[in-house]
């Protein structure tokens, strides 16, 4: 259970009047720090396709394609400078970075726009005639925002392009909206201002409930709601942002290593770190212990490497469910695997994760991917999926190769 409506407040209460003293004084959060500390000195501009919105980008653009970060910011405000200095910060690593909100803006903002944003990106991407025509990395999409703007974020997280999420400082503030964590299927990182930010136990409750086998991280720093945006480059917020979004939508696994692992990067500062499933070459989560209860056993044809395939249901709620399933090696290593599940009636599968899945109802196969498939003897591995439906009474079958 949540503290819901005080923190709903809070979110808002918390950011808004920074942002409203700034404006009054007649600067903007943005204006400390101009081209950012990356390779690519960066600024904002407007577009008259995307109205009410503030686009970060490098001055020059690097010959290098540019992954989108769309954001949400405190208070669901719609200045797009709110986070300014911590937005050019990341455009100058080479990130196209847009805001909610026009520059100095006023007003409210919703996750809707961040969905245009993306939009946007794409189809500039492809428009002949655009300085960005193909110089935007459109398969490396990531939707974060801060407080109020992390809400907006996990609206529209289970956007297709969405290959990772990150939650600022924000928590869901009601168990109705649950079924927005049960959906995510790309990894995601939680960024939080420790034990005295008002969204501190919302995001620990959304931790706990974050589906089987995601990869997640979470990294708590003692600063408050407030956080550090408003410092030159965005402060340690924006240092680490930056590290996280080069993992995540570069392949940067030198700055993936401050993320993963007991002796990470961030795990010997001052951060206070949780992870889960994360492995430094994709995210996605390592082999498991097999489960206490022995699963059943399928007898192989002659000749195939034994497995077994044990499935569970992690959630049920009307109308949909998370199951995950887990793959064991028997007395043979295996180099790949094969699940045969048997969907009950009325039940379909909307996304899998860690598998190959084919078909969605039915009797539906799910293999291994590249990263999962070998298995020495005795050793585990799983997949998990969203569903509609029930998903009780599915049967889980496996075979080796």
């Not at 930056?242 to 993936?256: I, P």
């Not at 951060?271 to 056993?297: A, I, Y």
Request: glycine share 14%.
């Amino acid at each position: 259970m949540r503290t819901r409506s005080k923190i709903c407040v809070g979110l808002a209460a918390a950011v808004v009047p920074i942002t409203s003293v700034l404006m009054a004084l007649g600067a903007t959060p943005a204006d400390a720090a101009v081209g950012g500390s990356g390779p690519y000195p960066a600024d904002y501009e407007t577009s008259a396709s995307l109205a009410n919105h503030t686009i970060f980008r490098p001055q020059t653009l690097p010959s290098e394609r540019l992954p989108i970060v769309v954001w949400g910011n405190g208070g669901c405000s719609a200045n797009g400078l709110s986070q300014g200095n911590f937005l050019r910060e990341i455009a100058s690593h080479g990130f196209l970075a847009i805001a909610n909100g026009a520059p100095n803006g006023s007003g409210s903002t919703n996750s809707q726009m961040l969905t245009q944003s993306i939009d946007w990106a794409v189809a500039e991407n492809s428009r002949q005639g655009s300085k960005y025509f193909n110089r935007i990395d459109t398969t490396k999409v990531a939707v974060a925002g801060f407080s109020c703007g992390g809400l907006e974020a996990y609206a529209v997280s289970n956007d297709p392009r969405v290959t990772t999420t990150g939650i600022f400082s924000s928590g869901l503030l009601n168990d109705a909206d649950d079924y927005q964590l049960r959906r995510l299927t790309k990894p995601i990182a939680y960024f939080v201002g420790g034990p005295s930010d008002i969204a501190y136990p919302n995001a620990i409750d959304d931790w706990g409930k974050l589906p089987a086998g995601l990869p997640a991280f979470m990294g708590n720093l003692n600063v408050g709601h407030g956080g550090t945006y408003d410092q030159p480059n965005g402060g340690e917020f924006g240092r680490v942002a930056v590290l996280y979004l080069k993992w995540r939508l570069k392949g940067d696994t030198t700055a993936g290593g401050n993320f993963v692992g007991p002796n990470c990067g961030l795990c010997r500062s001052q951060w206070s770190v949780q992870q889960k499933n994360l492995t430094l070459d994709d995210g996605t989560p390592p082999t498991t212990p097999p489960p206490t209860t022995p699963p059943p056993t399928t007898p192989p044809p002659g000749g195939t490497p034994a497995c077994t395939a044990a499935y569970s249901v992690q959630d049920q709620w009307n109308g949909g469910f998370v199951a995950t399933v887990t793959v064991t090696a028997g007395t043979t290593a295996l180099t790949g695997w094969r699940v045969t599940l048997n969907l009950p009636s009325g039940a379909s599968v909307s996304s899998v994760w860690n598998g190959v899945a084919s078909g969605t109802s039915g009797t539906i196969t799910v293999a291994n991917q590249s990263y999962n498939g070998r298995l020495g003897t005795g050793q585990s591995t799983s997949f998990g999926f969203q569903g509609t439906g029930n998903g009780s009474g599915t049967t889980a079958t496996c075979t080796g190769s």
